[in-house]
């Protein structure tokens, strides 16, 4: 249990990195990277940072006034965030507004610091037009009042108007403070403080002057249920005092990493989707949130529940949900998926753009064919079921549902579809796991075995066996034993039937191989993940005559991804032509072929039994 966790954690961290590192690279302009500058004090930092700054719009061809800055793991504390913000605005001329997307991690920032600097952003942002000049210097004069001296004189500096009447100002673009402790209140000063943080989350949130961030990165800062209560009524709040939708707003919310959500959190985050309508006049669709990521947040079937809800009377409120890394199993996931179906029979739209459920391991079969049927009705158009429990069932289902699709009177349809669904990390090939070493428990119950019968064996010498039993064996053994026996069992069943295999099968009751497409005809395009499958070799040849088989007859290119697979893989040729779906190629119409005549001819000789045998 530990080790999972621990692997768990691990996995997300690294998730994490991953995708901060690609936010900020996708945003305009280059980074401006201080992080890990931890021999600098913080004047030195901000006098590299605005030089850089400087030196980066210059250089812009454009004219724009966008920055990227990293000052990760600087240990700037809960002072030195903000005191940088007053430097940049305080180095800022002319009327255009600065565009910053400021990544922040690991800065030691606490509830209160955090409180300050989304305090302070709002009062920069809220600088945009005259209106809201005022503001800014109330703010700062509060500041004032509480002793931050420092912090007050710069922002009562910046509060005073161009000749134009505009004040110049920092739009802060996208805020990364992950990793920093800001949701953690234990005692009475520190709970306080959780609270005033939450309290400027919520008003961040609200948007009321246009102040917030179009992009939140808060992942593994130690938030819970409170934290998502604050965003929440945020969100219904920036719903009720706003006629219009407001030129900047929350589009992205990371939350991963933050165990103390769990399904209290997610249902209410839940609540605030549910009864959120967007504009009529809105330039970004139906979506209240273009990205919730709540990866690693203690989720179960009650809080995925909850979202099913939300989904259903609100379709569309989620571009792309990762819910990955979670407690959620076959029953929540039927839930949730019936959910997505009848929120799609509503609009007749598509529900979810993206979803990713994946390292969910109590989500098999049951739970994958409820998704695929969300998958074919069009509620969602990409699936991540990786490193789930989905077994060789599963991938009929699959079939099943691509057959629907794309065959018959599915194939008829007029508009061109392309779906990606990822089942990588599930034993779905025939190919045994390699067996792993006995746990300390086993090792421990096999020895207690061995002690037991020499002791019986010693005492059975001097005439005292009649003190013991039939054996020393526990009922705790014995129980061990029997679960160590259908655990044995159950792997075994799920390694009985290839995957790719059934797919092939499943899919030869739909397809019509009387008649074959022509090279322009082929419109639709499934992008398939298969990696760590455990396939042997005749299992990647399934996978190839499944790709032949959907492009010649069905009108479907079918890329599939089946690296990683150990030696079946070791064709490096057929793996990028089934990367890249190129089912005319003479090499995968080779390997079809040879699929397709072994299949016939040995095993109707032979039988199933021996065939992987005869497989060479």
């Not at 991804?561 to 793996?575: I, K, P, R, S, W």
Request: charged letters at 25%; aromatic letters at 4%.
């Amino acid at each position: 249990m530990r080790l999972a966790l621990l692997t768990t954690i691990i996995s997300s961290t690294a998730s994490l990195v991953k995708a901060s590192s690609q936010i900020i690279s996708k945003t305009h302009g280059e980074i401006i990277d201080l992080s890990y500058q931890t021999h600098l004090d913080t004047n030195k930092i901000t006098s590299l940072l605005l030089t850089k700054v400087q030196s980066t719009l210059e250089n812009e061809s454009d004219g724009s006034k966008k920055v990227n800055i990293d000052v990760s793991a600087s240990r700037l504390g809960d002072d030195g965030l903000v005191w940088i913000l007053d430097s940049l605005l305080e180095s800022q001329d002319g009327n255009e507004p600065m565009e910053v997307s400021l990544e922040a991690r690991m800065n030691h920032l606490s509830p209160t610091g955090a409180s300050h600097l989304l305090e302070r952003i709002m009062n920069f942002n809220g600088l945009l037009n005259a209106t809201n000049a005022t503001d800014g210097t109330d703010g700062a004069r509060e500041k004032t009042e509480s002793g931050d001296d420092k912090d007050a004189a710069v922002s009562e500096e910046h509060s005073n108007l161009d000749g134009n009447g505009l004040q110049t100002a920092i739009y802060i673009d996208t805020l990364d403070i992950g990793l920093n402790q800001i949701g953690i209140g234990h005692g009475r000063g520190k709970k306080k403080s959780a609270s005033e943080m939450h309290k400027s989350l919520r008003k961040l949130v609200e948007n009321q002057s246009e102040c917030c961030p179009r992009i939140l990165r808060l992942d593994a800062c130690g938030l819970g249920a409170p934290s998502c209560r604050a965003i929440g009524k945020g969100l219904i709040n920036r719903q009720n005092h706003v006629l219009k939708e407001p030129k900047r707003s929350l589009r992205k919310l990371y939350l991963g990493g933050n165990y103390g959500i769990g399904d209290g959190g997610v249902a209410a985050l839940a609540a605030a989707l549910k009864t959120i309508s967007k504009p009529s006049n809105s330039e970004e669709g139906d979506a209240v949130l273009d990205e919730l990521d709540l990866s690693a947040c203690g989720v179960g079937d009650a809080g995925v529940g909850a979202l099913a809800m939300a989904i259903e009377s609100n379709p569309g409120c989620i571009k792309r949900l990762d819910l990955s890394n979670n407690d959620i199993s076959d029953e929540g996931i039927v839930v949730f998926s019936k959910g997505l179906i009848k929120g799609y029979q509503k609009t007749k739209k598509c529900c979810i753009d993206s979803l990713d459920i994946s390292n969910n391991v109590d989500i098999g079969d049951e739970g994958a064919e409820a998704l695929f049927d969300a998958l074919e009705c069009g509620a969602i158009r990409s699936l991540s079921l990786r490193s789930c429990s989905v077994r060789w069932r599963g991938v009929v289902a699959l079939g099943t549902t691509l057959g629907n699709m794309f065959i018959g009177e599915g194939g008829d349809d007029a508009q061109p579809k392309t779906i990606e669904i990822d089942l990588s990390g599930n034993h779905i090939g025939k190919k045994e796991k390699k067996k792993k070493k006995a746990s300390v428990h086993t090792n421990m119950m096999n020895s207690m075995s061995f002690i037991g019968k020499r002791l019986k064996s010693g005492l059975k010498d001097v005439g005292l066996s009649s003190m013991i039993g039939s054996g020393l064996e526990s009922d705790d053994e014995a129980e061990l034993m029997d679960s160590m026996g259908s655990e044995f069992a159950d792997e075994q069943a799920a390694s009985s039937r290839c995957g790719a295999a059934e797919l092939y099968n499943s899919l030869c009751q739909d397809v019509d191989t009387s008649s074959k497409t022509r090279a322009s005809e082929t419109k639709n395009k499934v992008m398939l993940g298969m990696r760590m499958c455990n396939f042997d070799e005749k299992g990647i040849d399934a996978v190839v005559a499944s790709c032949v088989l959907l492009g010649d007859h069905a009108n479907v290119q079918l890329c599939v991804d089946c690296d990683m697979n150990g030696e079946a893989c070791d064709d490096e040729d057929v793996t990028k032509a089934l990367i890249a779906g190129d089912f005319r190629s003479n090499l995968l119409q080779e390997v079809a072929n040879r699929y397709n005549d072994f299949d016939e001819d040995y095993s109707d000789d032979f039988g199933e039994e021996s065939y992987d045998e005869g497989y060479r």
